[in-house]
């Protein structure tokens, strides 16, 4: 079982045996179901005003700006817990903002970007142990002792939230402890930014019941699982999204071994599962192309003018089924991506030659200028309507109506797409139908056999009628000829014991 270590500052990483062994993490919580309170005595905005003030030091020169209260049944508040959510700021030049508990007063949140605070306005940078000393101050300041005592050690547990926010600062956290065991996810963040000062605190704590640490596999146990069935994926992945340099031409793509969501990363302690992010068994994806074959590509595509755009769009039409003729051109535009690459697209409408021209029986193709589909649509005049509607078919069924159109209109390119499956909830499927929201199958992009991360585009299906209505696919202008795998790569069992 994984216990507090005795170090102080340990920052080199969540391990593999710290994925194998007993912690607490989201996907062991089942369900994080809001946690209901009884309710109780609020404070009034004065109280909660000058309780925020007692926590953090408010400038006289900035303004109450406003205070607002959230309810436990407010969007986006899955805590069961009423907030005060105050805010004070100088014109534009800084803004502080602090969210306090409504009832007990404790500070959940606080973040300050004073007019000073900008990166780069110093040279002076601190070290780790110099924002670990100014964090801590700061904890005792908002914290109980008895509240401490509930926390590791600074940093003794790696978040991967440092490694997003380590722009704005040094990123300290402090781990929740359940007894021995940690919560990873749970627990306190702290940022200090260069000059010394805290500028972002953020408090984690799930109110619900926990499973019991009494009956749990050995460790060696454990970690023959994760060897026999963690699996990471193997992809292409966009590192500048990675780096941080989005200034960067896209498509500095990079094959790399990663867990996915999906993966199975994860032993459960109790049964010895191998399980993903959600909290369920998993496996060893095996992705498998719609078909065989590949579009031809070259490194650089010719640019086209709208007239044989036109005629590309009539070609796509005559692989649906039936007669269509063309009624003209509904429009267009022009997008830019991050690498600053301009495409321009347009809008060809058909109506089916014995329809007699209803718009429900309309479709519109939208062809770009390097001549790729770009987007289908079945009654484009009414994609913006949404009513209720009834839940006649199945997630399968609209899952082989999707596989279907993509079949059709992509033919040439089956072999580099596959099917994303990710059924969604019950719950969650209601609700599209409540709303008038069609169902939305996703499917992603293969190159040489292997998928390119963020590379997807979706099919909306008709959940009445089992119709794909629509097909949205990006533009892969910005997206470089990737290159093979070469014997250079090394194989799955090395990159899991990196």
């Given at each position: 079982m994984l216990r507090r270590t005795t170090s102080w500052g340990l920052s080199l990483g969540v391990s593999s045996t710290i994925l194998v062994t007993t912690v607490f993490a989201t996907a062991s919580v089942e369900g994080l179901v809001p946690i209901v309170h009884a309710a109780e005595k609020t404070l009034s905005q004065e109280e909660a005003i000058k309780q925020a003030q007692k926590w953090v030091t408010i400038p006289e020169d900035y303004k109450l700006r406003g205070a607002r209260i959230t309810e436990p049944d407010e969007e986006y508040n899955v805590t069961g817990r009423t907030y005060w959510n105050i805010s004070w700021e100088k014109g534009k030049a800084g803004r502080i903002n602090v969210t306090?508990?409504?009832?007990?007063?404790?500070?959940?949140?606080?973040?300050?970007?004073?007019?000073?605070?900008?990166?780069?306005?110093?040279?002076?940078?601190?070290?780790?142990?110099?924002?670990?000393?100014?964090?801590?101050?700061?904890?005792?300041?908002?914290?109980?002792?008895?509240?401490?005592?509930?926390?590791?050690?600074?940093?003794?547990?790696?978040?991967?939230?440092?490694?997003?926010?380590?722009?704005?600062?040094?990123?300290?956290?402090?781990?929740?402890?359940?007894?021995?065991?940690?919560f990873l996810g749970n627990g306190i963040q702290i940022i200090v930014d260069r000059n010394g000062d805290v500028v972002n605190f953020n408090r984690e704590w799930y109110d619900g019941k926990l499973p019991e640490a009494t009956k749990v596999i050995e460790t060696a146990e454990a970690e023959k699982k994760w060897e026999e069935k963690a699996s990471p994926s193997l992809m292409y992945k966009d590192m500048a999204g990675m780096t941080n340099r989005y200034q960067q031409a896209p498509g500095s793509y990079e094959l790399v071994y990663e867990f996915q969501d999906e993966d199975p990363q994860l032993v459960d302690a109790t049964t010895g599962e191998v399980i993903n992010l959600f909290g369920k068994v998993a496996s060893e994806k095996k992705i498998k192309p719609l078909g065989n074959m590949i579009s031809s590509e070259t490194s650089e595509k010719r640019l086209i003018t709208k007239e044989e755009a036109q005629k590309i769009a009539e070609q796509y039409v005559k692989r649906l089924p039936?007669?269509?003729?063309?009624?003209?051109?509904?429009?267009g535009g022009s997008s830019s991506g991050p690498g600053g690459i301009?495409?321009?697209?347009?809008?060809?409408?058909?109506?089916?030659?014995?329809?007699?021209?209803?718009?429900?029986?309309?479709?519109?193709?939208?062809?770009?200028?390097?001549?790729?589909?770009?987007?289908?649509?079945?009654?484009?005049?009414?994609?913006?309507?949404?009513?209720?509607?009834?839940?006649?078919?199945?997630?399968?069924?609209?899952?082989?109506?999707?596989?279907?159109?993509?079949?059709?209109?992509?033919?040439?390119?089956?072999?580099?797409?596959?099917?994303?499956?990710?059924?969604?909830?019950?719950?969650?499927?209601?609700?599209?139908?409540?709303?008038?929201?069609?169902?939305?199958?996703?499917?992603?992009?293969?190159?040489?056999?292997?998928?390119?991360?963020?590379?997807?585009?979706?099919?909306?299906?008709?959940?009445?009628?089992g119709m794909a209505e629509s097909l949205s696919q990006r533009s892969r202008s910005e997206v470089k000829l990737l290159s093979k795998p070469t014997n250079k790569q090394i194989e799955r069992q090395s990159a899991k014991e990196v």
């Open positions: 306090i508990d409504a009832v007990s007063g404790a500070l959940s949140r606080y973040s300050n970007r004073l007019e000073d605070d900008q990166p780069g306005s110093t040279k002076n940078k601190l070290t780790e142990e110099q924002a670990i000393e100014v964090a801590t101050k700061f904890l005792e300041k908002v914290t109980t002792e008895e509240e401490r005592g509930r926390l590791s050690k600074p940093n003794e547990y790696a978040d991967q939230n440092g490694y997003y926010f380590r722009n704005q600062g040094e990123f300290v956290n402090f781990t929740r402890m359940v007894g021995e065991i940690p039936g007669n269509y003729r063309f009624d003209g051109s509904s429009g301009s495409e321009r697209h347009w809008s060809f409408d058909f109506s089916p030659q014995n329809g007699g021209g209803k718009k429900s029986e309309q479709v519109e193709v939208d062809i770009n200028d390097r001549g790729e589909l770009v987007g289908y649509q079945v009654n484009p005049n009414g994609r913006f309507e949404e009513t209720p509607k009834k839940m006649v078919i199945t997630w399968e069924q609209a899952e082989e109506s999707a596989t279907k159109l993509v079949n059709t209109l992509l033919s040439d390119q089956l072999g580099e797409i596959y099917q994303i499956e990710q059924e969604p909830s019950k719950e969650t499927l209601q609700s599209y139908a409540d709303n008038g929201e069609p169902y939305e199958i996703q499917f992603g992009m293969l190159i040489n056999g292997i998928p390119v991360e963020d590379e997807t585009f979706r099919v909306e299906v008709n959940p009445e009628t």
